[in-house]
């Protein structure tokens, strides 16, 4: 088990989009690729990550199957002309096992801290494990990592506050409708930003309505978050119902202006993420409304930006702990087949002996015999499996299994046993 986990992987950081975006696994592909790799590699413990950032393979084997494995992505995806294989960077286990934590608590994300990628490696964990994909290891490591984020969210400000400028949009947006008991919000135009809006909406109370030049797109949109839709037509109607407006228009005039809004009777909140701007500056003049524009939520990404850049250095040293936690398990997950046989060998003995005198004395001496020689077989071991466990920690277990297995013949007592 030592060493033998690896993984490939492309990102954001190495790789251009189109080359991601071609060799992306949904939950079906995933399992089929699970499939192909048991068959074609013999690897038979894996863990497929993949998201619009990065598109990561980790692996047991005891050889390196980096090459191979990124050509049967290729393949898989029917690729030729502009493969993704060259671009794939094999990590060894070392590498391989940090990565994977760091990945997962978002201090590898293209936005820092980015608080959906620990539900995404959720996700890729539960596919690993319904197709039988996920051993001891990888359960083992992926609660571990479970347990780092809930430590880095409770001893670091590393998720404190919101470091796009869509999501503080939609925390601002959420922090004023909680006092509203049907709150209404309208996202106008869904380009990149006002899409990324939407998705984080989605788990929202309001209702939200969706409103784009492109009217097919608002509906294909709405019906897969389950939001309304209104047409472009009705925006005036729309911006005077709701109470919270997030616009994400390109124009080169602002669309809503302070006429729309000129008998606003009610507290209303307006965003504007729009460069040229889409809403006019004067409507934060009307009684009840604020207004917020790019600048103002740049400015407050840019704030937990630099909260969450301080936290780095706490995070690492969270992770760094888990790790040398994790490998203590691992290092032990080695011997404990030595620790098996050790005691399978005297276990053996004892009842050898037992069996000599069993037929010479009554049942309670034989219970009390049973007792004792039992306590005596722990005592015994107690001390070797201890020094086993220290040798671990230094990495030192390799010889001291060879002086048992010696000194036990305990290699000989697999073999006969079988």
Same mark, same amino acid.
Request: with cysteine; hydrophobic share 40%; net charge negative.
């Given at each position: 088990?030592?060493?033998?986990?690896?993984?490939?992987?492309?990102?954001?950081?190495?790789?251009?989009?189109?080359?991601?975006?071609?060799?992306?696994?949904?939950?079906?592909?995933?399992?089929?690729?699970? %499939?192909?790799?048991?068959?074609?590699?013999?690897?038979?413990?894996?863990?497929?990550?993949?998201?619009?950032?990065?598109?990561?393979?980790?692996?047991?084997?005891?050889?390196?199957?980096?090459?191979?494995?990124?050509?049967?992505?290729?393949?898989?995806?029917?690729?030729?002309?502009?493969?993704?294989?060259?671009?794939?960077?094999?990590?060894?286990?070392?590498?391989?096992?940090?990565?994977?934590?760091?990945?997962?608590?978002?201090?590898?994300?293209?936005?820092?801290?980015?608080?959906?990628?620990?539900?995404?490696?959720?996700?890729?964990?539960?596919?690993?494990?319904?197709?039988?994909?996920?051993?001891?290891?990888?359960?083992?490591?992926?609660?571990?990592?479970?347990?780092?984020?809930?430590?880095?969210?409770?001893?670091?400000?590393?998720?404190?506050?919101?470091?796009?400028?869509?999501?503080?949009?939609?925390?601002?947006?959420?922090?004023?409708?909680?006092?509203?008991?049907?709150?209404?919000?309208?996202?106008?135009?869904?380009?990149?930003? %006002?899409?990324?809006?939407?998705?984080?909406?989605?788990?929202?109370?309001?209702?939200?309505?969706?409103?784009?030049?492109?009217?097919?797109?608002?509906?294909?949109?709405?019906?897969?978050?389950?939001?309304?839709? &209104?047409?472009?037509?009705?925006?005036?109607?729309?911006?005077?119902?709701?109470?919270?407006?997030?616009?994400?228009?390109?124009?080169?005039?602002?669309?809503?202006?302070?006429?729309?809004?000129?008998?606003?009777?009610?507290?209303?909140?307006?965003?504007?993420?729009?460069?040229?701007?889409?809403?006019?500056?004067?409507?934060?003049?009307?009684?009840?409304?604020?207004?917020?524009?790019?600048?103002?939520?740049?400015?407050? &990404?840019?704030?937990?930006?630099?909260?969450?850049? #301080?936290?780095?250095?706490?995070?690492?040293?969270?992770?760094?702990?888990?790790?040398?936690?994790?490998?203590?398990?691992?290092?032990?997950?080695?011997?404990?087949?030595?620790?098996?046989?050790?005691?399978?060998?005297?276990?053996?003995?004892?009842?050898?002996?037992?069996?000599?005198?069993?037929?010479?004395?009554?049942?309670?001496? #034989?219970?009390?015999?049973?007792?004792?020689?039992? %306590?005596?077989?722990?005592?015994?071991?107690?001390?070797?499996?201890?020094?086993?466990? &220290? #040798?671990?920690?230094?990495?030192?277990?390799?010889?001291?299994?060879?002086?048992?297995?010696?000194?036990?013949?305990?290699?000989?007592?697999?073999?006969?046993?079988?």
């Amino acid at each position: 088990m030592h060493n033998n986990f690896r993984a490939i992987g492309i990102s954001y950081r190495n790789t251009p989009l189109d080359i991601r975006e071609s060799v992306t696994f949904d939950e079906f592909q995933t399992k089929q690729f699970f %499939g192909q790799i048991k068959e074609t590699l013999a690897i038979d413990e894996a863990l497929i990550l993949s998201t619009c950032n990065r598109t990561e393979l980790y692996y047991f084997s005891d050889h390196d199957r980096s090459v191979e494995l990124a050509k049967l992505v290729d393949v898989f995806h029917g690729i030729t002309d502009h493969p993704a294989s060259g671009y794939f960077h094999p990590m060894d286990h070392a590498e391989a096992v940090r990565h994977l934590f760091e990945v997962s608590l978002g201090m590898d994300s293209m936005v820092l801290g980015d608080i959906q990628i620990t539900n995404q490696v959720k996700k890729a964990y539960q596919w690993a494990a319904d197709e039988q994909m996920a051993g001891p290891f990888i359960h083992r490591l992926m609660h571990t990592i479970f347990f780092t984020n809930k430590r880095m969210v409770q001893e670091t400000s590393f998720r404190d506050g919101t470091a796009s400028v869509a999501s503080s949009a939609v925390n601002i947006a959420e922090q004023f409708l909680l006092t509203f008991t049907n709150p209404k919000i309208a996202i106008v135009g869904l380009g990149e930003i %006002g899409e990324n809006v939407a998705e984080n909406l989605k788990d929202t109370q309001a209702e939200v309505t969706l409103l784009n030049r492109t009217h097919e797109k608002a509906e294909l949109k709405a019906s897969e978050l389950n939001f309304s839709v &209104a047409s472009f037509d009705h925006l005036d109607e729309v911006v005077r119902a709701s109470n919270v407006v997030i616009s994400a228009v390109q124009a080169n005039e602002p669309i809503i202006t302070a006429s729309i809004l000129e008998n606003n009777h009610h507290p209303k909140l307006l965003i504007d993420l729009a460069l040229p701007r889409s809403i006019a500056e004067e409507v934060s003049d009307i009684s009840g409304v604020i207004l917020y524009n790019v600048d103002q939520l740049q400015e407050k &990404a840019s704030k937990a930006l630099e909260e969450r850049k #301080a936290a780095i250095p706490q995070v690492s040293s969270i992770i760094t702990d888990s790790i040398a936690e994790f490998n203590n398990w691992s290092n032990e997950m080695e011997v404990s087949p030595t620790i098996k046989k050790l005691k399978d060998a005297l276990e053996e003995i004892r009842k050898q002996e037992l069996a000599r005198y069993i037929d010479k004395i009554g049942e309670k001496e #034989a219970k009390i015999l049973d007792k004792a020689t039992k %306590g005596m077989i722990q005592k015994v071991i107690k001390l070797p499996v201890l020094q086993l466990k &220290a #040798a671990c920690k230094r990495g030192e277990a390799e010889t001291l299994v060879g002086v048992l297995n010696d000194l036990f013949n305990l290699e000989e007592e697999k073999s006969t046993s079988k």
